[in-house]
């Protein structure tokens, strides 16, 4: 059987005004038949400087509407969704938080749809406000939202909504000759995550019109946020009919010719192998499933909260200023409607602030807890997520008991410690694994509290699913290393394990097909004392994946290495390990199952 450790992860979303659309290689606007012609894919509208320069930060209705906590949704599933609604979370955040950086109150899906469900449309085939739901419309519900210093999102679906086909016969708006028969594969072939829409051909003229319409009708309604969602691949869905990037670049050159600087929010869980073309042509991608458990709560630790620790690592690279990871909402301020303990709350909290994801809550702000409200607002952990310090990735394994950590421009490192496991235990984040020895300042971010100089590192008691969150500020030397590459001669593999060629890799190679007992030994590696040394690991691996580690003749530890993304980017964690005093051998087998490609590993020479 071969391992997929050599193999590459499958590859798995235009518009613009008439000029636009010709300059990027269309045919003259007007009717045309299904054309069998690869679709093209214009170059990305650069965006505002300032559009998400940094993470957003809001609300968004879905969490609620998604609920069937007691007396959220009376009227039927996703009833909660009511102008009336929307107005009293805008008050409540620009009463309680606004002054926090929150300022965009998002409006989900639903808003075109009765308690029913059923849809309206303009005669264009564009969304219109249910009359029940947003009776004042959508302009004015923006306008209000404005005037408290706000601003406004809205949501569409991915594709062309089957309802909204009309057999055809519906005129797009400013596209004369085109209808919806003109802007679709004549199969009539659906798409999104949900296939409630058919999907758009992009090698027909009049469909990018179809696009530049919705975008301008929103831009007129004074909206500055869309999330369009449903978008694959991902949104458990791959293949070519659900390939919808061609739409997302659409939406990113209509939503330029509009003038209006609306931010461009993808959903959901996103196919990492695009993330390319998700930062190219929008500013934010959720990186995952829904975090909500559509259960008597917003949301469960299990289902889907804890998710976020397997699956943030392998996208932490792709987030920066102009586009970021999104972990989707933070349901910490409402208690017993959350659905979590105290201690679930401030990791989800922590998790969410170091890996600069958007800090958009879901939660009631009409009726915020002390200790949500006190988590919400936390002036130094949102100057973390807002400012200039990069996200966070794990410094080691991915085992029940984590710590992540970032250097900062100024060289203080964000540390967080992280206990995953369903009972208490200690975590400790050794100094080495940030690269320095010696001493170090720590001020507690939660707490407002400096908590001293700790010689070596840190070590916390944390309850089950606990946490802290830490500035370091070193007070020693760097850390000395000797590499060790994988592929050395002086090494021994075992079984299927083979060397392959890494450009990514230090010295351009790698040993893998470490799987069904598959090994590598590290042989004469030098410890100066003995006892336990943080060692760093260099590896590959597309999905997480785990590694039994021995030294010497001791017994096996086994470690969990999260994802890379794909077989071609180097990842690091630093593991423990028992050296004694002088020469060591160090193996990594892969036991019954499939292990990480190594590329080499350090050890800290004092």
């Not at 059923?118 to 419309?137: I, L």
């Amino acid at each position: 059987m071969r391992s997929s450790s050599y193999s590459v992860l499958p590859a798995r979303s235009l518009g613009a005004v008439v000029v636009l659309a010709l300059t990027a290689g269309f045919a003259t606007i007007g009717p045309a038949a299904h054309s069998g012609t690869a679709t093209p894919v214009p170059a990305a509208v650069p965006a505002a400087p300032a559009l998400a320069a940094k993470p957003y930060m809001g609300w968004s209705s879905w969490s609620m509407q998604s609920s069937k906590y007691p007396g959220l949704n009376p009227d039927g599933d996703y009833s909660y969704l009511t102008e009336a609604n929307v107005l009293k979370q805008a008050d409540a955040m620009a009463a309680k938080l606004k002054k926090y950086g929150y300022e965009y109150v998002n409006i989900d899906a639903g808003w075109w749809r009765d308690n029913a469900w059923k849809p309206g449309f303009d005669r264009y085939a564009r969304q219109k406000a249910d009359p029940a739901r947003f009776p004042s419309g959508m302009k004015a519900v923006a306008d209000r939202i404005h005037a408290k210093g706000l601003k406004a999102g809205i949501y569409l679906p991915a594709g062309l909504e089957k309802e909204a086909y009309n057999d055809g016969r519906s005129p797009i708006e400013n596209a004369d000759g085109c209808t919806t028969a003109d802007i679709v594969h004549g199969d009539l072939r659906t798409t999104n995550g949900w296939d409630s829409a058919y999907k758009l051909d992009f090698s027909r003229p009049c469909t990018a019109r179809y696009i530049d319409s919705q975008a301008r009708l929103i831009a007129d309604w004074g909206y500055d946020f869309l999330k369009l969602d449903g978008v694959g691949p991902g949104s458990g869905k791959s293949g070519d009919q659900y390939d919808n990037v061609a739409d997302v670049a659409a939406w990113n050159r209509a939503i330029a010719a509009t003038g209006r600087p609306i931010h461009l929010e993808l959903s959901w869980s996103l196919d990492i192998g695009h993330a390319a073309d998700w930062k190219r042509y929008s500013q934010g991608w959720r990186v995952d499933t829904d975090v909500e458990c559509y259960c008597n709560t917003l949301v469960s630790w299990e289902n889907s909260v804890d998710d976020r620790w397997d699956d943030t690592p392998a996208w932490t690279r792709h987030a920066g200023p102009g586009g970021w990871n999104d972990l989707d909402s933070l349901d910490v301020g409402n208690g017993e409607m959350d659905g979590l303990t105290k201690a679930e709350r401030q990791s989800y909290a922590t998790l969410w602030a170091i890996a600069k994801s958007p800090l958009y809550t879901g939660d009631d702000l009409t009726s915020l807890d002390s200790y949500g409200l006190s988590l919400l607002t936390n002036r130094e952990v949102i100057a973390l997520n807002q400012g200039d310090t990069p996200p966070a990735r794990p410094v080691t394994a991915s085992d029940p008991q984590q710590v992540w950590a970032a250097k900062n421009p100024d060289g203080t490192y964000t540390v967080a410690l992280f206990n995953l496991a369903d009972a208490p235990a200690a975590v400790t984040a050794d100094w080495s694994t940030l690269g320095f020895t010696g001493a170090a300042a720590v001020r507690d971010l939660w707490n407002h509290e400096n908590l001293g100089t700790h010689r070596n590192g840190i070590t916390q008691a944390l309850p089950a699913h606990g946490s802290r969150l830490f500035t370091v500020t070193p007070r020693g030397a760097a850390l000395a290393w000797t590499a060790h590459e994988a592929e050395s001669a002086t090494n021994t593999l075992y079984g299927n394990a083979s060397v392959a060629d890494c450009p990514a890799c230090s010295e351009g190679r790698k040993v893998g097909n470490l799987y069904l007992g598959g090994k590598l030994r590290f042989n004469d590696i030098t410890a100066t004392r003995a006892g336990t040394h943080w060692i760093k690991v260099a590896y590959v691996s597309g999905d997480a994946r785990s590694v039994d580690v021995l030294a010497n003749s001791g017994g096996p530890e086994r470690h969990k290495f999260p994802a890379t993304g794909d077989w071609g980017t180097v990842g690091t964690v630093s593991i423990p390990v028992t050296l004694k005093k002088g020469t060591n051998t160090i193996t990594f087998d892969s036991g019954t199952s499939y292990a990480p490609d190594i590329d080499r590993i350090d050890v800290p020479r004092s």
